[in-house]
């Protein structure tokens, strides 16, 4: 049975949507209206500085499906401080999160095999007092809840997980997007009209 492209895009999976945007007050909130709006769930938001200058780098991960994905793009680029938004699967991005998991000191130092487990793990120790002791992991999403699994048993007492942080594989960076928008010295309007009319490569890198 074959599936039909149009099928294929119905269909919902993950996506990490890329977007490269000025530092402004409030943009942050109205991106977040725009998943709103559309009864869309925002499953990890991370922002941060870019490779380029006061240029800030925003990475939002969603369950949908692609036609979705690619409207939402569509939207968040005609904002004006946004300057590019791409979106990717997971597989076309290397990705991790951070997770830290504090446990009863006592306990790892009684028991060998949670030591073990931690190891196994790819756990170290960032923090060691004499109540707790704060241990830290980064992976994919099924390896961090692992080890919430692990250490449950050994009386966990409190685990926290950051937002996901990803690296697009085959691009060249939005850098030499930038030095050809500053080479051909195009003005607001155009920049908007020249990529958004070019549908779906607009979003590859």
């Known amino acids: 049975m074959t599936i039909k492209m149009s099928d294929q895009q119905d269909i919902k999976q993950e996506f990490n949507i890329t977007v490269y945007t000025e530092n402004q007050i409030g943009l942050l909130n109205r991106i977040a209206i725009i998943f709103t709006r559309r009864k869309i769930n925002i499953d990890s938001l991370n922002t941060s500085p870019s490779e380029i200058e006061k240029i800030h780098r925003f990475n939002i991960v969603i369950n949908e499906s692609e036609e979705v994905v690619r409207k939402i793009s569509r ?3 005609k904002q004006v401080e946004v300057l590019k938004v791409y979106y990717h699967t997971n597989e076309d991005v290397i990705w991790q999160e951070l997770a830290l998991y504090k446990v009863p ?5 009684e028991k060998a095999s949670v030591e073990r487990l931690l190891r196994e793990n790819g756990a170290r120790a960032v923090v060691i007092r004499k109540d707790y002791t704060v241990f830290e992991t980064t992976g994919h999403r099924e390896e961090t809840d692992a080890l919430i699994k692990v250490l449950q ?4 007492i409190e ?5 996901r942080v990803a690296i697009i594989k085959d691009s060249e960076g939005f850098n030499s997007k930038l030095r050809e928008f500053e080479r051909l010295e195009p003005g607001e309007d155009v920049i ?11 979003f590859t890198m």
């Open 75 to 77: 939207q968040i680029e």
């Open 105 to 109: 000191t006592d306990v790892i130092a």
């Open 153 to 156: 048993p050994y009386g966990l």
């Open 159 to 163: 685990f926290v997980r950051s937002a």
């Open 192 to 202: 908007e009209n020249e990529y958004l009319n070019r549908g779906q490569k607009v």
